[in-house]
Nanobody
Framework: QVQLVESGGGSVQAGGSLRLSCAASGDIDDRNSYMGWFRQAPGKEREGVASIYRLFGRTYYADSVQGRFTISQDNAKNTVYLQMNSLKPEDSAMYYC???????????????????WGQGTQVTVSS
């Protein structure tokens, strides 16, 4: 089992920045897995925002956040971050951290591939 706890959400004006954190604990020693950030706005499907392949640190981004968001990891702390810059009102959503099981080889931003999820943290961007 893996436990994920997100933090860092909040309210910000358009153009501002936030940094989300996801602290992982439990059965996470095998780094042959992905950790990702997803978001879901009311009435919309959950979408993949960014992910990182833990073993090599390779990153993946949705087109909508490319160049504005950065995912990173601190292996010593078992924590993944999402730095969000130049925020837009359409970035407003509940943001979730998730991780795949070791050995997952599917799409890096597909929610169906992720097995463990945090409770989410709300991000609200006002215009």
């Amino acid at each position: 089992q893996v436990q994920l706890v997100e933090s860092g959400g909040g309210s910000v004006q358009a153009g501002g920045s936030l940094r989300l954190s996801c602290a992982a604990s439990g059965d996470i020693d095998d780094r042959n897995s992905y950790m990702g950030w997803f978001r879901q706005a009311p009435g919309k499907e959950r979408e993949g925002v960014a992910s990182i392949y833990r073993l090599f640190g390779r990153t993946y981004y949705a087109d909508s956040v490319q160049g504005r968001f950065t995912i990173s990891q601190d292996n010593a702390k078992n924590t993944v971050y999402l730095q969000m810059n130049s925020l837009k009102p359409e970035d407003s959503a509940m943001y979730y951290c998730a991780t795949t099981r070791p050995g997952y080889a599917g799409p890096s931003l597909s929610a169906s591939g992720y097995s463990y999820w945090g409770q989410g943290t709300q991000v609200t961007v006002s215009s």
